[in-house]
């Protein structure tokens, strides 16, 4: 048993490079593929990228089940992911030809509709975003931005739904409180 769990069928150098390459392709393969692919925002995307995991794991194992393998798989994509990172940290031009740029969706109020062509995204999707972040609707941003790693930035006007009510409610509290104050004066 313990020989079958640290006998290594393939050479080493195989199992460090097969992680590497697979590890790089996915790399490249999303940043072509866009931001979307990384923002999860339909059961779609997110079935695409569970089975994106499944698909390249027999390219990074090969035959080899061994915990020795398997061990150094793992070490070979994690010295992989920090050696990029320190290369994008140290060459920021790099960084941004990989990571690619930010991309603004709605601007005071209007939907930048190449843009949202260009990120695959319906309005329901980005209606969608918008309410998770407590926004009524796109009247009420001021900036939208897909960011590179997927994630959304939402910048709300200062006159909007949530700000306005926030102040509504900060009113009306110390309202209450000057109530309670004058009913325990009496």
């Not at 992989?80 to 920021?92: C, D, E, Y």
């Not at 960084?95 to 990120?119: C, F, H, P, W, Y």
Request: net charge neutral.
């Amino acid at each position: 048993m313990l020989h079958n769990m640290l006998h290594v069928p393939l050479p080493i150098l195989e199992k460090i490079l097969r992680p590497i390459i697979v590890y790089f392709t996915l790399i490249i393969l999303l940043r072509v593929f866009g931001k979307r692919e990384l923002a999860q925002l339909n059961p779609f995307d997110l079935v695409v990228l569970l089975s994106l995991s499944n698909t390249v794991q027999n390219a990074i194992i090969g035959e080899d089940n061994s915990l020795m393998g398997g061990l150094i798989g793992a070490v070979a994509l994690l010295a992989a992911n920090w050696s990029l990172n320190r290369v994008l940290f140290a060459m920021p031009k790099l960084n941004k030809a990989l990571q690619g740029s930010s991309r603004t969706l709605i601007r005071n109020g209007k939907v930048d509709e190449a843009a949202m062509r260009d990120e695959i995204l319906t309005h329901e999707e980005l209606v969608e975003v918008l309410h998770k972040q407590s926004v009524r609707g796109f009247a009420d941003v001021k900036e939208c931005t897909l960011e590179p790693g997927g994630t959304f930035y939402v910048e709300t006007r200062a006159e909007s739904f949530p700000s306005s009510r926030h102040q509504e409610i900060l009113k009306k509290l110390d309202a209450l409180m000057e109530e309670v104050k004058t009913l325990k004066q009496a």
